[in-house]
Structure formats: structure tokens, C-alpha cells
């Protein structure tokens, strides 16, 4: 027996392949994070709230930088955006999902629209994925930035039972903590460059 499961970053990451991007972060650093994994049909849908201490521009540059995702997400090996209009990509990304001692190559080609610092909508148009899309919005709130995600996606891998939708959160809550980590990082090297 067998259980489908997305592959997609982020994110937001864009959004594409969240069990790909998981490190360890610890629990601490996820406690405010809301996250429902669940399936209709064939497809996975998955829905991420989680607050960042940044405005909506800093927040942006980590998860619009496709060029660099291999630089800072663990389980992309190559990341290219080719722009075709001010506010329109297509995104191609290649990598190794890890689960365990099992390895799941992937490819992610999406097309994304931008929309400044408010949204980010993609769609899967071939690799991995059957078929999908994925919404990010950004929230502005007092000194925070709420990111609020969600991704609907039919993939067309399966992987051994047992590796079903509660793995699928805990590697989203990873991941997306990871993206959290990273935007604090650029954070403290700008205030740390800006401040000699």
C-alpha cells in the first residue's frame, strides 16, 4: 500500500517540495505556527500560517530569490527563474527528497505571478507534479509580516505507507521555520553591514 504526497517548494518557499527542504529546527521555533495537511481525493492540500518579526519587503527578497534556493534550502541541488514579463516566471528546480535511508528525486517547473510584496501565486506545469498551484499572501501586522500559504497538488510519486500526511507536516513546519531562519539571517547581515 502506498499514501501520495506533495513535492513542491515553497513557498514558499513558494512554494515546491516541502519534505525536501526539512532540517532540524527545533520545536521552540514553530510553536507559532499553524499548519493542516490533509487530502481530497488524489490531491494533498496543505495550509501554513506563520508570523515573521520582518516587514513585508524583507520577507519578500528570501522567497522570491530563485536564483539562490539552492544556496539556502537543503534538497534543491538547482534553482533557475526565467523571467518572461515584469511580474511572471517560470521557476525550474531539481533535487532529492530524504526520507530516512529513502531518496526521491524531483523536478519542479512552475509558472509564477508576482504581485509586490503581497502575493505570489504559482502553478505546476511539468516535472514531479501532475498538477498544482500554490497562493502565498503577506500579511502586514504591526512590526510583523504573516505569511499565509496554501497549496493544492496531485504528485505523481507515491511513497511507502507509513509516510503519509502527519510526515508531510512535520517536514512543512521544518521547512517553513527554515525559511523563517533565513530571513532573520539577511536581517542581522544587513543591520550588521549597515552599522560599520
Known sequence: MSVPIRFSRFMLVAAI??????????????SDMRVDVRHEGNAVLIDVSMPVIASPRQVWQV????????????????????????????????????????????????????????????????????SGFAHTRLIERGNATIIEYRSESVPNIRLPFGLGLNTVAARTREQFAQLRQEIYRRMETTAHTSGK
Do not use: W
Open 17 to 30: 517540495c516541502h519534505a525536501a527542504y526539512a532540517q532540524d529546527v527545533p520545536a521552540a521555533m514553530q
Open 63 to 130: 522567497l522570491t530569490d530563485y536564483n539562490h534556493m539552492a544556496s539556502f534550502f537543503p534538497g534543491i541541488n538547482s534553482s533557475k527563474a526565467i523571467q518572461q514579463s515584469p511580474d511572471r516566471f517560470r521557476v525550474e528546480q531539481t533535487g532529492v527528497v530524504n526520507f530516512g535511508l529513502l531518496r526521491f528525486p524531483f523536478e519542479s517547473v512552475r509558472d509564477v505571478k508576482l504581485q509586490p510584496y503581497q502575493e505570489i501565486r504559482s502553478e505546476a506545469v511539468g516535472g514531479t507534479i501532475t
